[in-house]
């Protein structure tokens, strides 16, 4: 994926968004302007939705019907040539949900990204054995063969190389809770090398590590989140669970998860003394 073209993944949102802005400035519901542009109600809904990528003559008709000029018209052809464009992350199509490759082509081009994890060591901070135990450990649930494990643990590995060591790393901002450090994954030797890992991270300018721990005020009582922002694009939040995942894109809800990730910031330690609960963890995991 060339980087100067950022994420087709979204590229296509952002096409979809701005194909539904255009059709709204001109009053239109999207059964009116299918039946303008002789086409199902569902086509316009799943090209504005991102699910279905227009055609060149779909965008020039839509163009047409929502008085579009030349400049913007430029634009929209140059959102559909970038949203054609294969992401690194549809090399793991086969392995992965859904959802998730969508999280990975989101997270190419987000700017910002505050997650709170309750359970494990998140994906992006993770060394190559525990991020395999991780996956082990829910193999006979999600029903994951042996070559998927492979092939998760590569795609974990990649998108790490990706996104924080890219040129223009995004901002990070973890926090985890204090059990994280604590429940074990594999045999001490994976669990000690991975709150080095963790510590050696949580040193790079744009990567901040907090903790939780467990005498904090838990003033939040929510699961695992991803928020991701972005420069030209609205703010997502990623929310995984056993067998799904979705996101949740209203503006007013994703603006509640910002405000329970800041509440739980505030209850966390600051990033030294986590560092100093880090390293005490890696200590007990030496025995």
Do not use: C
Not at 54 to 76: R, T
Not at 133 to 146: P, Q, S
Not at 255 to 273: N, P, V
Request: aromatic share 6%; net charge negative; proline share 4%.
């Amino acid at each position: 994926m060339p980087s100067q073209q950022g994420s087709p993944t979204v590229r296509r949102l952002r096409l979809g968004q701005e194909l539904r802005l255009l059709r709204e400035r001109q009053k239109l519901t999207g059964a009116k302007a299918a039946r303008e542009l002789g086409w199902s109600p569902s086509k316009v809904s799943r090209i504005e939705a991102a699910k279905t990528m227009p055609s060149a003559e779909d965008i020039k008709a839509m163009g047409e019907l929502y008085q579009v000029d030349g400049g913007k018209l430029d634009e929209l052809f140059g959102l559909l040539r970038d949203a054609d464009q294969r992401g690194w992350w549809e090399d793991y199509e086969d392995s992965l949900p859904e959802e998730y490759t969508k999280l990975l082509g989101l997270e190419a081009e987000a700017t910002v990204q505050r997650s709170w994890e309750p359970q494990i060591v998140p994906g992006l901070l993770q060394t190559e054995d525990y991020a395999r135990e991780v996956i082990l450990a829910t193999r006979g649930i999600a029903r994951i063969t042996h070559s998927g494990v492979r092939s998760r643990v590569e795609a974990r590995l990649d998108r790490q190389r990706r996104v924080l060591s890219r040129a223009d790393p995004s901002e990070l901002n973890v926090v985890l809770d204090e059990s994280a450090l604590m429940r074990r994954f594999g045999e001490p030797s994976v669990m000690r090398e991975q709150m080095e890992h963790l510590l050696e991270i949580s040193l790079l300018p744009h990567v901040s590590v907090r903790v939780l721990t467990l005498d904090s005020l838990h003033p939040v009582n929510t699961g695992a989140f991803i928020h991701l922002k972005f420069v030209a694009f609205d703010d997502v939040v990623y929310l995984e669970q056993l067998y799904s995942a979705h996101f949740v894109e209203d503006l007013g809800l994703v603006a509640g998860y910002e405000t329970a990730f800041d509440h739980i910031r505030s209850e966390a330690l600051d990033e030294d003394e986590s560092r100093v609960l880090i390293q005490r963890k890696a200590m007990l995991w030496r025995r």
